[in-house]
């Protein structure tokens, strides 16, 4: 019974690995290459793509490609490969993994450098790759033709060179402008009591300040007759004393 049973494995097992092989053959036969030649760019926005010494999964990796790269193809397989060269390594990359354009939005955006130590040129948007010229110096006008605004990279051509730069080291042109101009400074204005026009003869102004100063007031009545009566008094006593000389 052992040996029926062990039979039987084996042949389980002799039976999947032709199968493999056969599957393997198959997937071999069937990719017919065509010459072509045109740009794709890495559109993983994950890590990259793999290069690989043939057109399949299975087969060894040489290296990663990093996102946004650029890569002419000069060959296609059947099942959705494409043939390529990066960093003088040459082999295939799946084409579901590259795109036709940059994968970021367009737009138009003027740009001053604004870092003090410049701002560099990289191939993808992100410290991890490699610079692809010297670094641009502060002051520089740029274009952002493409945005990455996962990590605020914008994508600009300097020099004939283009490539990838972090927008935290750059300035809006309109913005750089209005920080240069200069600075205007403003006469604090007099006080209000004491208006120039007022001080010049301005006789609305003058009427003004005169009423908010001296308001008007009621006419003292009681102390103008007191006062009456005093000198009332005052005179009937001296023209008493008169009368009281006279008689003696």
């Not at 599957?23 to 994950?46: G, L």
């Not at 003027?110 to 990289?122: F, P, Q, T």
């Not at 993808?124 to 990590?151: F, W």
């Not at 490539?163 to 209000?192: C, F, M, N, R, Y």
Request: with cysteine.
């Amino acid at each position: 019974m052992k040996k029926i049973f062990c039979f039987c494995c084996c042949l389980l097992f002799l039976f999947g690995l032709s199968a493999g092989v056969l599957a393997d053959a198959a997937v071999y036969d069937w990719e017919i290459q065509r010459d072509c030649s045109y740009d794709r760019y890495v559109a993983t926005v994950d890590g990259g793509v793999n290069l690989r010494t043939e057109p399949t999964t299975q087969a060894s990796i040489i290296c990663t490609i990093p996102d946004f790269v650029r890569l002419r193809i000069t060959m296609e397989s059947t099942n959705g490969w494409g043939y390529t060269a990066y960093n003088g390594s040459e082999g295939w990359v799946a084409l579901n993994q590259l795109s036709s354009s940059y994968p970021a939005s367009d737009i138009h955006r003027e740009v001053v450098v604004s870092a003090s130590d410049g701002v560099n040129l990289r191939e993808g948007p992100d410290v991890s790759y490699a610079k692809v010229r010297a670094t641009i110096p502060t002051g520089t006008a740029l274009t952002v033709t493409s945005l990455y605004s996962k990590k605020n990279w914008g994508f600009v051509t300097y020099d004939g060179t283009s490539g990838w730069i972090a927008l935290s080291e750059v300035t809006d042109a309109a913005a750089a402008k209005t920080q240069e101009a200069p600075t205007v400074v403003q006469e604090e204005p007099a006080e209000p009591a004491e208006t120039d026009e007022a001080l010049n003869g301005d006789t609305d102004a003058a009427a003004d300040i005169v009423i908010a100063e001296e308001p008007e007031r009621d006419f003292p009545l009681i102390p103008f007759l007191i006062g009456l009566a005093i000198l009332v008094v005052a005179f009937a006593a001296i023209l008493l004393i008169v009368l009281l000389t006279r008689k003696k």
